[in-house]
DNA sequence: AGCCTGAGGCAAAACGTTTCGCCCTCAAGG
DNA sequence: CCTTGAGGGCGAAACGTTTTGCCTCAGGCT
């Protein structure tokens, strides 16, 4: 059904290998190329990928392994991301592992099967399964977001220390008496990284900022961040700000703080991720922003280096700077000590 | 490198053919069976998927196209659907049109050429270019949100005329004196029948309920929503409750209302399809929510009949009905109606 | 004892490319 | 006029599976 090289050699009288040198950008007189090319506009030729892939173990396509795909965050990252790689004449295929470490795995398993070329993650946890497969066929990969405990790859990652540490700060010079941190649990690196930039700022004004981190027992859900506002507040001295450490409990808490209705003692609270979130809200809270574009770009740059074996040295990690947007000072001056 | 057919021939000493068999559920002895999958362990022995597609012409693997990768809800379709897909042994190739019809032109030749058995497409627009190469190839399709145009295919949409409608209806009862409609250009299907569910509602309750269409020239920004919002508000009578057509437009009106600041006058908003963004709100706006589980469910199971060759007949659409999700009253009951 | 059947196995021919080694021709340099 | 080398082309051998047609053998049936 489907047109070869074999339909073009019969319209055109050349042979398989020339045909094939067309294709692929050899040595081929303008005369030929121009038959070739009319011949498959005629036959609707397309080459066949498998035979392609089979004979010369390249895809030029790049797999793209997502911890969780419904997350605006990992979304924007991915389109982005995958505009610059079509450039580069690659194709990519995207999975997701819906939270999954197994999935995550079985995702791998599938790329490699599909002789991917390279693969770009974001990673469940802190380990990967499965990386060891890609790492004997030669395939690079790049991790995002977080990186990788128990394999050498590349990575583009924020600086989540001071992200969280600026953000702090902010509140302590708005004259905050007590911090909080609305975290999830030590096993991803993300979090690690964020209690512990928490931990800094809140050393470096020991004495004058009491502070305190609710750690819930998952990683990403509304629910957590919900329920963690509310049992921040129930506490005998409840925080004047809390800092939520993703962008599933800022939305959570922000549910809470709204339910609370106004009340001059809600807490300032500064969320995470979401810029649509920031400019739909009003008054507008402060929100930790990461450099979505900037980290596709590094991440499609990174990728593109390995496959085409420009980069030869060990794995490098990319630390990217996130911004502090500031809202409204309402939502992040404490009423106490605006007056 | 990576183990083949011939390596494990090499360690059992059994054809080629007894191996395929072996992996492809024919009879083998059980001795036998235990010989190659001991083989096969020791080897690492992974399947060639190229190599099986050059031959056998099939992928075991579906395509999915999205018209917008980051959009809450293709994201939650896909995410559902995939899993579901994956139970039924298929892989899943996510590409992202990114609004563009020639990017989701090349996804389709990019999958095509990947010899997905099937493709499941969320269309940019009413026509999708490159369907013509699936039907040569037999590759069977399935539309999701949107009926193509131009080409016959399976389709799974929600009823967009009730809808509307049912969301009109709902603001006529609670009093409102005029309604407006916030909808895109009419070239996409979905806006066609949002906007004449409208006006079947309207006609309903012709002379009591004014209305008034306001079509942005673009089909899905935030900035389309917030301009239209206060473009209508400047009217000589503006509306008192206005219906966004789709999730982006609520999303800025809702932006423009916040900005409005607490006013007596301000109009009732019912959204469309994003029930984060319903529950985050207060006091809870009235939104026409999507059954999305149902949506990827459904196309599922229709993309695996016809991959399987089990729905023979000419193609089907499926038409599933919206939910309205009313907010809190003081959101859509009109003021003056209340007292 | 002969016949038939079905299970299990085999060799070999695809599938549609890329690539290797070889050949021819033509032009430029000696 | 001969040599050299490069441009352009060719046939054929891979690549790792699946599939087809054929063979054998054991057991149950007349």
């Known amino acids: 059904m489907a047109a070869t090289y074999k339909d073009i050699r019969r319209m055109t ?11 692929n950008g050899g040595n081929v007189t303008y005369a030929n190329r121009v038959l070739i090319e009319h011949a498959a506009r005629d036959l609707g ?4 990928d498998f035979a392609r892939g089979l004979r010369s173990r390249r895809s030029m396509t790049l797999g793209v392994v997502l911890a969780e795909l419904n997350s605006t965050f990992n979304t924007t990252i991915v389109s982005a991301m995958e505009e610059r790689l079509r450039e580069a004449g690659y194709g990519t295929i995207i ?23 390279g693969i770009v ?10 990386l060891d497969a890609a790492a004997e066929r030669g395939v690079p990969v790049v991790a995002i977001d977080r990186a990788i405990a128990n394999a050498a790859v590349d990575a583009v990652v924020i600086d989540n220390r001071t992200a969280i540490a600026s953000a702090c700060e902010l509140l302590a010079g708005a004259g905050h008496t007590k911090v909080a941190l609305l975290a999830g ?10 209690r512990l930039g928490f931990r800094q700022a809140v050393k470096r004004h020991t004495g004058k900022l009491p502070a305190r981190t609710l750690t819930q027992p998952d990683n990403v859900s509304i629910e957590g961040g919900y329920d963690g506002f509310r049992r921040l507040m ?19 808490a922000i549910i809470a703080l709204n339910e609370l209705g106004p009340d001059a003692s809600a807490p300032a609270i500064v969320g995470f991720d979401n810029l649509d979130l920031a400019r739909i809200i009003r008054p507008r809270p402060t929100f930790v922003v990461q450099p979505v574009a900037q980290i596709a770009t590094r991440a499609a740059e990174m990728i593109l280096q390995r496959v085409h074996g420009e980069a ?4 490098q990690t990319v630390v990217l700077d996130t911004e502090l947007v500031v809202g409204d000072a309402s939502t992040y001056v404490l009423a106490r000590s605006r007056s």
Chains 1, 2 share one sequence.
């Not at 009288?13 to 294709?23: M, N, Y």
């Open 13 to 23: 009288g050349l042979s398989l290998a020339t045909i094939s040198k067309h294709f």
């Open 45 to 48: 030729y397309r080459v066949n």
């Open 95 to 117: 999975c997701d592992s819906r939270g999954s470490s197994q999935a995550e795995a079985e995702s791998i398993r599938f790329l490699i099967g599909k002789m991917v070329d």
């Open 121 to 130: 993650i974001v990673p469940v946890g802190d380990d990967v399964e499965g």
């Open 185 to 194: 649990p030590d096993s991803t690196f993300t979090m690690r990284e964020r």
């Open 234 to 252: 129930r506490l005998a001295t409840p925080p004047t700000a809390i800092v939520c450490a993703n962008y599933e409990f800022t939305l959570g």
């Open 312 to 315: 030869t040295e060990g794995p």
